[in-house]
């Protein structure tokens, strides 16, 4: 399906991962720009008693009419849904990044105004012992400057089930919004880059019939991650996505909701408050 408007086009696809596949690629039925564009996705499995490695994916738009979503381990079926949006002018960098401990940064890329940026992400780890540390699998990335990206995770946690799994794949997007025009105004993004706890917070005021609030983390539960000290040494429960995962909500024109599930151990989000101009 596709929805044009101006100068943006959605296309919306989906696929599953079968129970032992890796990979799957997603095809639009129309090409995009990828320079333009960038993508939202989510995923969902019925199957597993844990939320193990076969239930985090990547997706990435690997070229002008394919989204390719991998994971490093099978088990469990994963559904996904993805929405690919093109805009026109906007400007977006991609690419796939790995490390390891409790936080990767990327550098040294071309500049971009942090005024109009945000970033969305996903990852997966590699091979892991006690698969059910959910503080292990989940990132808050934010625009560090306008040259760098930084992702973390584990929120300061000393346990070092937190950050001691390799990060096979982190694949990234960071998109800037057109440039200021004379004669509509200006995209811009508002952004918390420290990270903030769940709670309502003040920000500058905007207009929210042309305004989003939204969480760079994708994956199960779509734009909603953040990273996480929570750590529950249960096989049954320790994998839980319930401290680490947040809905967020423009309340008012100068106040934003980030509203987790479980208030347990300690947990930050990079939120990005998008106005688009008239």
């Given at each position: 399906?596709?929805?044009?408007?101006?100068?943006?086009?959605?296309?919306?696809?989906?696929?599953?991962?079968?129970?032992?596949?890796?990979?799957?690629?997603?095809?639009?039925?129309?090409?995009?720009?990828?320079?333009?564009?960038?993508?939202?996705?989510?995923?969902k499995s019925l199957d597993g008693a844990i939320n193990d490695a076969s239930h985090f994916a990547?997706?990435?738009?690997?070229?002008?009419?394919?989204?390719?979503?991998?994971?490093?381990?099978?088990?469990?079926?994963?559904?996904?849904?993805?929405?690919?949006?093109?805009?026109?002018?906007?400007?977006?960098?991609?690419?796939?990044?790995?490390?390891?401990?409790?936080?990767?940064?990327?550098?040294?890329?071309?500049?971009?105004?942090?005024?109009?940026?945000?970033?969305?992400?996903?990852?997966?780890?590699?091979?892991?012992?006690?698969?059910?540390?959910?503080?292990?699998?989940?990132?808050?990335?934010?625009?560090?400057?306008?040259?760098?990206?930084?992702?973390?995770?584990?929120?300061?946690?000393?346990?070092?089930?937190?950050?001691?799994?390799?990060?096979?794949?982190?694949?990234?997007?960071?998109?800037?919004?057109?440039?200021?025009?004379?004669?509509?105004?200006?995209?811009?993004?508002?952004?918390?880059?420290?990270?903030?706890?769940?709670?309502?917070?003040?920000?500058?005021?905007?207009?929210?019939?042309?305004?989003?609030?939204?969480?760079?983390?994708?994956?199960?539960?779509?734009?909603?991650?953040?990273?996480?000290?929570?750590?529950?040494?249960?096989?049954?429960?320790?994998?839980?996505?319930?401290?680490?995962?947040?809905?967020?909500?423009?309340?008012?024109?100068?106040?934003?909701?980030?509203?987790?599930?479980?208030?347990?151990?300690?947990?930050?989000?990079?939120?990005?408050?998008?106005?688009?101009?008239?």
């Amino acid at each position: 399906r596709i929805f044009s408007n101006g100068g943006i086009s959605v296309q919306h696809v989906s696929g599953a991962l079968a129970s032992m596949a890796t990979t799957v690629d997603l095809t639009l039925s129309q090409p995009v720009a990828t320079s333009n564009a960038f993508v939202l996705f989510s995923s969902k499995s019925l199957d597993g008693a844990i939320n193990d490695a076969s239930h985090f994916a990547t997706a990435a738009l690997i070229d002008a009419s394919t989204v390719r979503v991998t994971r490093n381990q099978t088990a469990a079926a994963l559904w996904v849904s993805a929405q690919v949006v093109e805009f026109s002018n906007a400007r977006v960098d991609r690419s796939t990044t790995s490390g390891s401990g409790s936080s990767v940064s990327v550098a040294s890329l071309p500049s971009r105004p942090t005024e109009r940026t945000f970033a969305l992400y996903s990852a997966y780890l590699g091979a892991t012992n006690n698969n059910h540390y959910i503080c292990k699998r989940r990132f808050r990335g934010n625009i560090a400057s306008s040259q760098s990206l930084l992702f973390s995770r584990g929120a300061g946690s000393s346990d070092p089930e937190c950050s001691n799994s390799d990060i096979t794949s982190l694949a990234w997007e960071r998109v800037e919004l057109p440039t200021c025009s004379a004669i509509t105004g200006c995209n811009t993004v508002q952004r918390w880059s420290a990270g903030i706890a769940a709670g309502t917070t003040s920000i500058a005021s905007v207009a929210i019939h042309r305004s989003l609030a939204l969480l760079g983390g994708q994956g199960p539960g779509g734009q909603c991650a953040g990273e996480t000290s929570w750590v529950d040494t249960s096989s049954a429960t320790g994998s839980s996505t319930a401290a680490v995962h947040a809905t967020i909500q423009l309340t008012s024109e100068t106040a934003m909701s980030i509203v987790r599930n479980d208030n347990a151990g300690t947990s930050l989000f990079s939120p990005f408050v998008v106005q688009f101009d008239p």
